[in-house]
C-alpha cells in the first residue's frame, strides 16, 4: 500500500511527534484463532506519541457535530450528524468491546458516525462503527453498519479473520440475507479513523477500495473493492483528502486539520443520486458546528440534555 509519506516530504509538509512507548496501552498481540480472531500482524505496530495518549486516554470521548445537507431522492435534505471518536480495549476473539482488561485486548480508536435526515415525512437514521487498532498496522478489525427508515432497516457486518467475513441484512429481496468472505483491501470506513492516528500512513495513488457502507446501502451496489484514486493536498491549517472512484462516479473529501490531533473540519460526498435518465450529480456536504470531550456515558440525566444545545443537535 502507497502512503503520503513521501507525498509529504517532497511537498515539504512535516508532521512533529514526540513517540513514545505508552506504559498504560497494551500492544498487540500476535497471537490468533484461525477463523476466530484477527489475523497476527503483517508489519510492526506503530508506537503512540505522548500528544496522543494524553489527549486520547483522558478517560473521554470527542464529539463533532455538523450540519449535514444530505443527497437523497435527487434532492438536498438537512440534517445533522455526529462524529463519537473513542478509545477502548476489543476482544479479539470474540471481536467485540472487552468487558475486563486481559493481556490478549487490543487498544482500538473506535468511531460511531452518526446522520439523522428528513426526506419529506419519514426520518432516515444511519450509524456505522468502525474499530481500528490504535497501532495503525492492519485494517480494521471491526465495521457495522446500519440505516433505519419508515420502509424498514439494514444492517452489515465485517470482520477481519483470515479474509473479511460479511454478513449483510436488508428488508429488499434483491439484497436480503447474505454471508460472504472477501479478500483484504483497503476499507474507505477504517480511513477516518486512520487519519486521526498519522495523516502520513494514509494511502495515496490508484487504490483498491471497499467503500463506505453506507454509500453501498444507499446505492444498492455490491460490496467489494472499487478503484480509486487518493490524494492529499495542503492548505495553510488544513489538509484535503480525496478519494475519486472513476467506475462509481464518486468524489469524497474530507477536510481535517494538519495539526494534532487532526480533527475534522468538514467533507463532501459527489455522485449521481437517483437511477437512469432521473439521476441527477449531487453533493452531501457536512460542516462542523461544535466539538467537545466528555465522558458522554455518564451524560444521562435530563439536566445533560443542555450538552445537546452546545453541539447544536
Known amino acids: 500500500m502507497k502512503s503520503i509519506s513521501r507525498h509529504l516530504i517532497l511537498a515539504g509538509i512535516t508532521i512533529v511527534g514526540t513517540i513514545i512507548a505508552c506504559s498504560n496501552v497494551k500492544n498487540e498481540t500476535a497471537n490468533s484463532t484461525k477463523n476466530n480472531s484477527v489475523t497476527a500482524i503483517s508489519k510492526p505496530a506503530q508506537p503512540t506519541s505522548e500528544a496522543f495518549n494524553k489527549y486520547w486516554y483522558a478517560g473521554s470521548a470527542e464529539i463533532t457535530s455538523f450540519e449535514?445537507?444530505?443527497?437523497?431522492?435527487?434532492?438536498?435534505?438537512?440534517?445533522?450528524?455526529?462524529?463519537?471518536?473513542?478509545?477502548?480495549?476489543?476482544?479479539?476473539?470474540?471481536?467485540?468491546?472487552?468487558?475486563?482488561?486481559?493481556?490478549?485486548?487490543?487498544?482500538?480508536?473506535?468511531?460511531?458516525?452518526?446522520?439523522?435526515?428528513?426526506?419529506?415525512?419519514?426520518?432516515?437514521?444511519?450509524?456505522?462503527?468502525?474499530?481500528?487498532p490504535v497501532s495503525n498496522n492492519k485494517h480494521a478489525i471491526k465495521v457495522t453498519a446500519s440505516m433505519q427508515e419508515w420502509c424498514g432497516h439494514v444492517f452489515t457486518q465485517l470482520n477481519n479473520k483470515d479474509q473479511f467475513?460479511?454478513?449483510?441484512?436488508?428488508?429488499f429481496e434483491s439484497e436480503s440475507d447474505q454471508k460472504f468472505s472477501t479478500e483484504k483491501v483497503i476499507l474507505e470506513d477504517e480511513l477516518w479513523t486512520k487519519l486521526r492516528i498519522d495523516p502520513a500512513q494514509l494511502p495515496i495513488g490508484t487504490q483498491q477500495i471497499i467503500p463506505a457502507f453506507e454509500f453501498l446501502r444507499m446505492k444498492h451496489i455490491p460490496l467489494k473493492a472499487y478503484e480509486a484514486i487518493a490524494s492529499i493536498t495542503k492548505s495553510e491549517t488544513t489538509f484535503k483528502y480525496t478519494l475519486d472512484y472513476p467506475k462509481l462516479n464518486r468524489k469524497l473529501t474530507i477536510n481535517f486539520n494538519t495539526s494534532f490531533p487532526y480533527d475534522i473540519m468538514s467533507w463532501t460526498d459527489t455522485y449521481k443520486d437517483g437511477y437512469g435518465n432521473s439521476a441527477k450529480n449531487l453533493t452531501t456536504k457536512a460542516t462542523r458546528i461544535k466539538q467537545l470531550k466528555s465522558p458522554y456515558w455518564s451524560?444521562?440525566?435530563?439536566?445533560?440534555?443542555?450538552?445537546?444545545?452546545?453541539?447544536?443537535?
Open 68 to 132: 449535514l445537507e444530505q443527497a437523497r431522492y435527487r434532492e438536498i435534505h438537512k440534517g445533522k450528524s455526529v462524529l463519537i471518536y473513542v478509545t477502548e480495549d476489543f476482544n479479539p476473539t470474540k471481536q467485540v468491546k472487552a468487558d475486563e482488561q486481559r493481556a490478549t485486548n487490543i487498544p482500538v480508536l473506535k468511531l460511531n458516525a452518526t446522520k439523522k435526515f428528513y426526506t419529506g415525512i419519514y426520518p432516515y437514521s444511519t450509524m456505522t462503527s468502525t474499530f481500528y
Open 165 to 171: 467475513e460479511v454478513q449483510s441484512y436488508s428488508y
Open 299 to 313: 451524560k444521562n440525566k435530563a439536566k445533560d440534555s443542555l450538552l445537546r444545545k452546545e453541539l447544536g443537535l
